[in-house]
């Protein structure tokens, strides 16, 4: 058990409490199943939220959602959307009165464990580079996008995060949808640290079930090298939450 635990720290996550007691209670062939339900099975949302304290901070990113300047009545209120939902929001005519979408996707493995690269991975970044991915979407690497520590992933400073932000051309304005290749495993982490950690006023998501769903859906993917990313954003001010 030591070393279990162990292992989800090093990884830089956080399981709520009342989940970690019902799986230390399980049989070892369930406790993966505990901790992510839907395993092997499509994924829901997984209450790993790769931070400590990441159910304390979704309540309290909840309860300021109200207190935002941006409208968040979008179908993203709850910080989770569904596959169908995205598609449909994707295939919607452009409209002045609705903010611009950003997809990201933001896998992360944990070695070792259920949620571990596949055998010849060269790593989330060249998986996404190669394909299959959801048409338009951009990569945030977990690990890269950190301040230097001995620990690894540790949430970015202000300026190192400014400037992924702007290479991803999101904008305080900017509505986010983070999705991974597991199915909802390290996408809470990005959720967290653009919603919770720095308290983004748009509307951001994970997406439910993830690449694995939007496959099984049969819908668009995009394949080979990504398309030329365009000139980032004017770098907007972010300035961490305290309380995150």
Request: aromatic share 10%.
């Amino acid at each position: 058990w030591l070393q279990w635990i162990s292992e989800m720290l090093r990884g830089g996550f956080c399981v709520a409490p009342s989940t970690l007691l019902k799986s230390l209670t399980s049989s070892a062939s369930s406790r993966w199943q505990v901790l992510h339900p839907a395993l092997p099975k499509r994924s829901h949302w997984c209450p790993v939220l790769a931070s400590c304290g990441g159910a304390v901070a979704l309540c309290r990113a909840q309860a300021r959602r109200s207190m935002s300047s941006v409208p968040l009545h979008s179908g993203m209120e709850n910080g989770l959307v569904s596959c169908e939902w995205l598609k449909a929001e994707l295939d919607a005519p452009d409209r002045a009165d609705r903010a611009p979408l950003r997809l990201v996707e933001a896998t992360w493995y944990l070695p070792n464990s259920p949620f571990a690269a596949p055998e010849g991975s060269e790593g989330p970044q060249a998986e996404f580079m190669a394909g299959p991915r959801l048409p338009g979407a951009q990569f945030f690497d977990l690990d890269g996008v950190a301040t230097p520590h001995s620990v690894p992933h540790m949430l970015p400073d202000e300026e190192t995060f400014a400037a992924a932000m702007a290479a991803l051309r999101i904008e305080p304005g900017t509505r986010v949808v983070a999705y991974d290749r597991l199915g909802v495993f390290s996408s809470p982490r990005f959720w967290y640290t653009l919603k919770v950690a720095f308290g983004h006023p748009a509307a951001v998501a994970v997406l439910d079930g993830g690449l694995p769903r939007w496959k099984e859906l049969g819908y668009p993917l995009e394949e080979g090298p990504p398309p030329e990313p365009l000139a980032p954003a004017k770098m907007a001010r972010w300035s961490k939450v305290q309380e995150a």
